[in-house]
């Protein structure tokens, strides 16, 4: 992760975030271990707890509390309780900055621990979904403090959401399954850059790929793309392979259920785990089993088998490692410098959910090409002046 290294040496030297105590809800993972240790080298006195119960790599929380001296609240397979104990754990640390991946911290400071609101400076927010939590919550004129939205800078979502998810959600599956994906039916439920990201590697890899958009103008733009777009009910019928990444609830639910093929696959790479409607899926289910590990086969009363994978959790992190370290590296240089961002000008921002400054979304891109070994050109004075004028035309 070379840009977030350059970031950890300055932080090593300048420490912006000396005497400051920051609480991440992250998936721990060996990206996040490295973007604790920027932070802990910035002066920060870090806890870390999961913001997913399967996505904890145990080896990698132990390792960083055993040799960097972290602090971590988080186990893989924890339950709701833990989860939840983890999170109050890391909030007992009264943090001033807030660190999330889905909003989770936010919604407890928002709820059960409102004692904690005076002390705190501002968050960053990691995913899609949480954003839409905290703009709910910025809409409803609640959100007790500002906010940086990691996601919406472009040196994030269109790397990460695309790149990454695209990338890790194939991988989940195959690993889980262990299927050829060319000449399979695969449909993409959802088309922001998480469902671009996947449908463009399905492609690749040779399936026949059909998207599913509520959206009319990302529909249209699956169909230029390429894709076959049905709606959810018609993809039901055909699709051998179904993913979900709408960020959204019940992408899948029992009137898709009723009618999946014998052996039809079911994943989800969204947030949260209600993308699958599990409980619709239980109340056709006359048996089910762990045919491999990930993979949960449904018999249906009809005597279909409909496999879950993941328990339709992040299929990415909890059957594979999540995105890898040369995308995490632009989204968790944006998170360390946001934190740096937020530690410096959070007194003076509102209680709004801010994007990342412009200047910083562009030096992480100007970061990330020069470890990449990319030059590219700067435009003559010539031709700035020109892209520059209204007046000079034919
Ligand atoms: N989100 C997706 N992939 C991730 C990773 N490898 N580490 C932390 N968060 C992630």
């Given at each position: 992760m070379p840009v977030l290294a350059q970031i950890r040496e300055r932080f090593e030297r300048e420490?912006?975030?000396?005497?400051i105590t920051l609480g991440a809800c992250l998936h721990v993972t060996t990206e996040t271990a490295n973007l604790v240790r920027t932070l802990m080298a910035g002066g920060a006195n870090v806890g870390l707890c999961a913001?997913?119960?399967?996505?904890?790599q145990d080896e990698t929380a132990a390792a960083l509390v055993d040799r960097y001296g972290g602090q971590v609240f988080a186990i893989h397979g924890e339950d709701n309780d833990t989860y939840y104990s983890h999170i109050d754990s890391v909030c007992d640390m009264r943090p001033q900055i807030t660190m999330d991946d889905g909003a989770d911290v936010i919604s407890v400071l928002h709820t059960r621990?409102?004692?904690?609101?005076?002390g705190i400076i501002g968050g960053t927010e990691e995913t899609t979904t949480g954003v839409i939590r905290l703009k709910a919550l910025e809409a409803e004129g609640k959100l007790a403090f500002p906010i940086v939205a990691v996601n919406e800078a472009d040196t994030k979502h269109l790397f990460d959401n695309r790149y990454g998810t695209g990338q890790s959600t194939l991988d989940g599956i195959v690993r889980a399954t262990n299927i050829l994906l060319a000449g399979r039916k695969v449909v993409v439920m959802g088309y922001g850059w998480c469902g671009r990201g996947v449908a463009v590697r399905a492609k690749g890899a040779g399936a026949h790929v059909i998207v599913c958009e509520i959206d009319p103008l990302r529909a249209l733009e699956a169909v230029m793309d390429g894709y076959e777009v049905l709606t959810g009910l018609e993809a039901a019928r055909e699709g051998d392979v179904f993913i979900s990444?709408?960020?959204?609830?019940?992408?899948?639910a029992s009137q898709h259920f009723e009618v999946m093929k014998d052996g039809a696959i079911i994943a989800n790479s969204g947030h949260?785990?209600?993308?699958?409607n599990k409980n619709d899926l239980d109340a056709i289910t006359k048996a089910k089993r762990e045919?491999?590990?990930?993979v949960e086969e449904h018999l249906t009363e009809d005597g279909r088998r409909i496999n879950l994978l993941a328990d339709g959790r992040l299929v990415n992190l909890a059957a594979a490692e999540g995105h890898p370290a040369a995308v995490m590296d632009m989204s968790f240089a944006n998170q360390a410098l946001s934190a740096e961002h937020m530690v410096k000008n959070g007194a003076s921002l509102e209680k709004k959910v801010y994007t990342v400054p412009e200047e910083i979304d562009k030096e992480i891109a100007r970061l990330k090409l020069e470890s990449l070994g990319v030059e590219i050109d700067v435009l003559t004075d010539l031709q700035d002046t020109y892209l520059h004028s209204w007046d000079q035309g034919t």
């Open positions: 420490k912006p975030l000396e005497g913001s997913n119960p399967l996505s904890t621990r409102t004692d904690l609101i005076p990444v709408t960020g959204g609830r019940d992408a899948m949260f785990d209600v993308e699958i045919v491999r590990p990930n």
